[in-house]
């Protein structure tokens, strides 16, 4: 059974930080791709971050210079460091993992304040 454990949400003041983990389990195939997507309210979900088995990354321009992404390969499992938080942060944030398929995990809350 495939399980996207993900961790590291909350809330914090603007201008913090926030480092996000998810751990897959159970995929059986080679992982390509693993990701963070985010969906605030009313809004569509979108590409925070990526990161290929090359160790290829990608932030989206609204959280580039702020966004860090790394995997550990050997724990199936990827990071994303978030700094200097703004108050449009704020979403439920998603881990992707692309593998034989596309696998979501169900999202951890991320609240800026101002």
């Known amino acids: 059974q495939v399980q996207l454990v993900e961790s590291g949400g909350g809330a914090v003041q603007a201008g913090g930080s926030l480092r996000l983990s998810c751990a897959a389990s159970?995929?059986?195939?080679?992982?390509?791709?693993m990701g963070w997507y985010r969906q605030a309210p009313g809004k569509q979900r979108e590409l925070v971050a990526t990161?290929?088995?090359?160790?290829?990354?990608n932030c989206a321009n609204s959280v580039k210079g702020r966004c860090t992404i790394s995997r550990d390969s050997a724990k199936n499992t990827v990071y994303l460091q978030m700094n200097s938080l703004k108050p449009e942060d704020t979403a439920v944030y998603y881990c992707?993992?692309?593998?034989?398929?596309?696998?979501w995990g169900l999202g951890t809350q991320v609240t800026v304040s101002s």
């Open positions: 992707l993992v692309i593998a034989d398929r596309d696998y």
């Open positions: 159970g995929i059986i195939f080679t992982i390509n791709v």
């Open positions: 990161i290929t088995s090359g160790g290829v990354t």
